[in-house]
């Protein structure tokens, strides 16, 4: 092969590459055609009375046509003679070779990687075209990439993925999505596949660059800024250079994991509950809400030698929460208690004091070394909190039942944090909202909510409700006729008697930018607002119902003037 | 020089040659138009037609559709031709006429190849 390049030198139909390598065989198969018909013409035969004869051009083609083909109906019209069947030797040997070479050629341009390869890709550029529905682009389909993809496809939103890794490409065509997901096999820094992704698709709502190197993210995020200005770019990035020099083009959301996961270890030390409620907002998968007993005494262990365990160590001098690092290197600052070693040894948990300790952070790079260290710190000290770091995907199992008090899976925490900022800004500006809350509010809170809910093992569940035509027809024909809507009118059920439905407010934002968090059931609501609201699963069908029927919510504004 | 545009141009010229040889003559008289002039138009007319497959530019696309009507013309005469012989008796001058039409059709195409080429040369600045 190599006659033709591969993407994106050569575009349109694969089709052209057959015919391309087709050219010297086809042209081999018609000489040889045409020697070997003209030859049966040229020489004569004799008929059954002894005739002189010359075969037509139609019975020389018929008599080639069939023995090139191997089917061999014999001599016709009459048994030739002997030069005949001399030239019928030579023309025997050299259409069935010419025939094969053929197919032989066929065969190797069909079969060849590179063009299943490139008429695979042709075929996804031309769906990806004329794509029907908005869309974004996900380059890297990792653990992040397909938990994202699969987040999105829960809340109706389609993806293009772009993935360089084979394995990971079967993958993705392999996944159990309710659409067809179009994956390229391609390496997203090449600006073509950008292209040919859709990230010029007036219909692109934008693009998410979830790749393991800072480089190729980097890349994809300046290449999108300049193919299509106007389309969001949500970016991965691994460093604080890499941020400052994603930041410096103005891309919208930058998502540094090991930060993101540092943060999320502080949450949980110092507001179990504000960590609860964080994670169920933002995990589609998680429905409930899980709050951990934190010990109030207690120093923590954080073993690793990373990034992510000295941004931990960071967040715990800043917090002033007291802790040992396990590192076999020294710490920058002399203030952090140190001690030296792997963490995987008894010997050095207990030089960390591990009897007094609340809990251990497990952070090393290395699946097997954590898992050795929580095994080895739980034998020493029990009840603990452990914190384990997963590293790879494939280590799920034994991570699902070490029984870990909470477990980093990077990927996961990825697709959560960009999965929040796409589905919705509003719970984003909550969750930025909810870093300052102070916990008992958090906890008031959501007490507030489990008061509401039925009895049982009810899942939850989050929507936005905005004030206008589309979504609420019925509360702004009421708020247009200068009735006053108050926030509790939208927390009670469209049926007999009202009752209060499972569900509360959790933050609104008012129509001139305010942001008001946990707002009071009497706040007078006005057009434009927006609700983020909190409850069980189901209700915001009930909700839906009520907004969109006028008889219903003035039913409902009569009984609150009632009682 | 380039080989391949060598045998490129030659057997567009030699297509439309090979079909003009064939084409002279009394459209009605059988003696004016031998089979074997023919033959060698349809199977130089078939290699030019391989020889334009894969240049995608839109001259090539053109010099492409033109030799496939040349083929299709010359191909329903070989048709035309061949089911009057099967016939047994001798070529009649209706049958030769229409012959010879088709083949003066898949003329036209050729000499659109030829200018196509030329023009496509005299584009090309020294």
């Given at each position: 092969?190599?006659?033709?390049?591969?993407?994106?030198?050569?575009?349109?139909?694969?089709?052209?590459?057959?015919?391309?390598?087709?050219?010297?065989?086809?042209?081999?198969?018609?000489?040889?055609?045409?020697?070997?018909?003209?030859?049966?013409?040229?020489?004569?035969?004799?008929?059954?009375?002894?005739?002189?004869?010359?075969?037509?051009?139609?019975?020389?083609?018929?008599?080639?046509?069939?023995?090139?083909?191997?089917?061999?109906?014999?001599?016709?019209?009459?048994?030739?003679?002997?030069?005949?069947?001399?030239?019928?030797?030579?023309?025997?040997?050299?259409?069935?070779?010419?025939?094969?070479?053929?197919?032989?050629?066929?065969?190797?341009?069909?079969?060849?990687?590179?063009?299943?390869?490139?008429?695979r890709y042709q075929k996804t550029v031309n769906r990806v075209k004329t794509h029907p529905v908005p869309f974004w682009v996900v380059c890297g389909y990792g653990s992040a990439g397909s938990q994202l993809v699969r987040f999105l496809d829960q809340s109706g939103t389609r993806c293009v993925a772009v993935e360089s890794e084979k394995s990971r490409f079967d993958q993705a065509r392999l996944s159990n999505l309710s659409y067809e997901l179009d994956v390229f096999w391609a390496d997203a820094m090449d600006p073509q596949v950008l292209v040919d992704a859709g990230v010029q698709h007036p219909r692109c709502q934008g693009v998410v660059v979830l790749t393991d190197s800072d480089q190729a993210n980097l890349t994809v995020a300046t290449n999108v800024k300049i193919l299509a200005p106007r389309v969001p770019v949500f970016a991965r990035s691994k460093s604080d250079a890499n941020t400052r020099n994603l930041r410096s083009f103005d891309t919208e959301v930058i998502i540094d994991l090991d930060r993101v996961a540092a943060r999320s270890v502080g949450q949980l030390i110092q507001r179990p509950k504000a960590y609860a409620l964080y994670h169920e907002l933002v995990d589609p998968d998680l429905n409930r809400i899980e709050a951990m007993p934190i010990p109030e005494t207690g120093h923590w262990i954080v073993c690793g030698s990373n990034r992510l365990s000295e941004l931990v160590c960071e967040v715990f001098v800043r917090d002033a929460i007291p802790f040992v690092w396990v590192s076999p290197n020294r710490p920058?600052?002399?203030?952090?208690?140190?001690?030296?070693?792997?963490?995987?040894?008894?010997?050095?948990?207990?030089?960390?004091?591990?009897?007094?300790?609340?809990?251990?952070?497990?952070?090393?790079?290395?699946?097997?070394d954590n898992l050795s260290i929580l095994l080895t710190a739980k034998a020493e000290k029990s009840p603990l909190v452990t914190v384990a770091r997963r590293n790879r995907p494939t280590s799920e199992p034994v991570f699902q039942h070490g029984g870990f008090s909470v477990v980093l899976r990077e990927g996961r925490l990825l697709a959560q944090e960009m999965f929040a900022r796409i589905q919705s800004p509003l719970l984003h500006q909550f969750l930025s909202q909810l870093e300052l809350m102070p916990e008992a509010l958090v906890d008031g809170l959501i007490d507030k909510l489990y008061r509401r809910l039925p009895e049982g093992d009810v899942e939850l569940d989050h929507f936005v409700i905005s004030l206008r035509e589309a979504d609420a027809p019925a509360v702004v024909s009421a708020l247009e006729s200068g009735q006053r809507v108050e926030l509790g009118d939208l927390l009670r059920d469209p049926g007999e008697g009202h009752p209060p439905l499972a569900l509360i407010c959790l933050f609104l934002v008012r129509f001139n930018g305010d942001l008001v968090p946990f707002p009071g059931e009497h706040l007078d609501l006005g057009y434009g607002d927006q609700l983020l609201m909190w409850g069980a699963e189901g209700v915001d069908a009930r909700i839906e119902w009520l907004l969109g029927r006028d008889d219903l919510f003035q039913s409902l504004l009569a009984h609150r003037s009632i009682s | 020089m380039n080989t391949q545009r060598v045998w490129f141009a030659f057997f567009i010229v030699l297509a439309l040659t090979m079909n003009f040889s064939f084409f002279v003559g009394d459209i009605d008289n059988p003696d004016h138009h031998h089979p074997y002039e023919f033959f060698f138009a349809l199977v130089v007319s078939l290699i030019a037609t391989v020889l334009k497959v894969g240049d995608r530019s839109h001259v090539g696309a053109l010099l492409l559709a033109t030799s496939l009507v040349a083929d299709l013309q010359l191909i329903i005469g070989a048709v035309v031709w061949g089911m009057a012989v099967q016939s047994g008796e001798p070529i009649s001058g209706a049958v030769m006429a229409s012959v010879v039409s088709l083949a003066g059709g898949a003329m036209i195409a050729n000499i659109i190849s030829v200018v196509l080429l030329l023009a496509e040369t005299l584009q090309i600045k020294r």
């Amino acid at each position: 092969m190599g006659r033709y390049r591969a993407r994106p030198k050569v575009r349109g139909a694969p089709m052209w590459i057959v015919l391309l390598e087709l050219r010297t065989p086809l042209i081999v198969l018609i000489l040889t055609y045409a020697v070997s018909c003209l030859g049966l013409v040229l020489i004569p035969g004799q008929t059954d009375t002894g005739e002189v004869y010359h075969l037509s051009f139609f019975d020389a083609f018929y008599v080639i046509s069939y023995t090139a083909t191997t089917i061999g109906y014999g001599e016709l019209p009459y048994a030739f003679t002997g030069a005949q069947r001399m030239w019928m030797l030579v023309v025997i040997y050299s259409t069935v070779i010419a025939w094969l070479y053929a197919l032989g050629a066929v065969l190797t341009v069909l079969t060849d990687p590179e063009f299943r390869k490139l008429r695979r890709y042709q075929k996804t550029v031309n769906r990806v075209k004329t794509h029907p529905v908005p869309f974004w682009v996900v380059c890297g389909y990792g653990s992040a990439g397909s938990q994202l993809v699969r987040f999105l496809d829960q809340s109706g939103t389609r993806c293009v993925a772009v993935e360089s890794e084979k394995s990971r490409f079967d993958q993705a065509r392999l996944s159990n999505l309710s659409y067809e997901l179009d994956v390229f096999w391609a390496d997203a820094m090449d600006p073509q596949v950008l292209v040919d992704a859709g990230v010029q698709h007036p219909r692109c709502q934008g693009v998410v660059v979830l790749t393991d190197s800072d480089q190729a993210n980097l890349t994809v995020a300046t290449n999108v800024k300049i193919l299509a200005p106007r389309v969001p770019v949500f970016a991965r990035s691994k460093s604080d250079a890499n941020t400052r020099n994603l930041r410096s083009f103005d891309t919208e959301v930058i998502i540094d994991l090991d930060r993101v996961a540092a943060r999320s270890v502080g949450q949980l030390i110092q507001r179990p509950k504000a960590y609860a409620l964080y994670h169920e907002l933002v995990d589609p998968d998680l429905n409930r809400i899980e709050a951990m007993p934190i010990p109030e005494t207690g120093h923590w262990i954080v073993c690793g030698s990373n990034r992510l365990s000295e941004l931990v160590c960071e967040v715990f001098v800043r917090d002033a929460i007291p802790f040992v690092w396990v590192s076999p290197n020294r710490p920058s600052s002399d203030d952090i208690e140190w001690v030296e070693g792997p963490g995987t040894e008894a010997v050095t948990l207990k030089q960390a004091r591990i009897d007094e300790a609340a809990g251990v952070i497990a952070a090393t790079d290395s699946d097997g070394d954590n898992l050795s260290i929580l095994l080895t710190a739980k034998a020493e000290k029990s009840p603990l909190v452990t914190v384990a770091r997963r590293n790879r995907p494939t280590s799920e199992p034994v991570f699902q039942h070490g029984g870990f008090s909470v477990v980093l899976r990077e990927g996961r925490l990825l697709a959560q944090e960009m999965f929040a900022r796409i589905q919705s800004p509003l719970l984003h500006q909550f969750l930025s909202q909810l870093e300052l809350m102070p916990e008992a509010l958090v906890d008031g809170l959501i007490d507030k909510l489990y008061r509401r809910l039925p009895e049982g093992d009810v899942e939850l569940d989050h929507f936005v409700i905005s004030l206008r035509e589309a979504d609420a027809p019925a509360v702004v024909s009421a708020l247009e006729s200068g009735q006053r809507v108050e926030l509790g009118d939208l927390l009670r059920d469209p049926g007999e008697g009202h009752p209060p439905l499972a569900l509360i407010c959790l933050f609104l934002v008012r129509f001139n930018g305010d942001l008001v968090p946990f707002p009071g059931e009497h706040l007078d609501l006005g057009y434009g607002d927006q609700l983020l609201m909190w409850g069980a699963e189901g209700v915001d069908a009930r909700i839906e119902w009520l907004l969109g029927r006028d008889d219903l919510f003035q039913s409902l504004l009569a009984h609150r003037s009632i009682s | 020089m380039n080989t391949q545009r060598v045998w490129f141009a030659f057997f567009i010229v030699l297509a439309l040659t090979m079909n003009f040889s064939f084409f002279v003559g009394d459209i009605d008289n059988p003696d004016h138009h031998h089979p074997y002039e023919f033959f060698f138009a349809l199977v130089v007319s078939l290699i030019a037609t391989v020889l334009k497959v894969g240049d995608r530019s839109h001259v090539g696309a053109l010099l492409l559709a033109t030799s496939l009507v040349a083929d299709l013309q010359l191909i329903i005469g070989a048709v035309v031709w061949g089911m009057a012989v099967q016939s047994g008796e001798p070529i009649s001058g209706a049958v030769m006429a229409s012959v010879v039409s088709l083949a003066g059709g898949a003329m036209i195409a050729n000499i659109i190849s030829v200018v196509l080429l030329l023009a496509e040369t005299l584009q090309i600045k020294r």
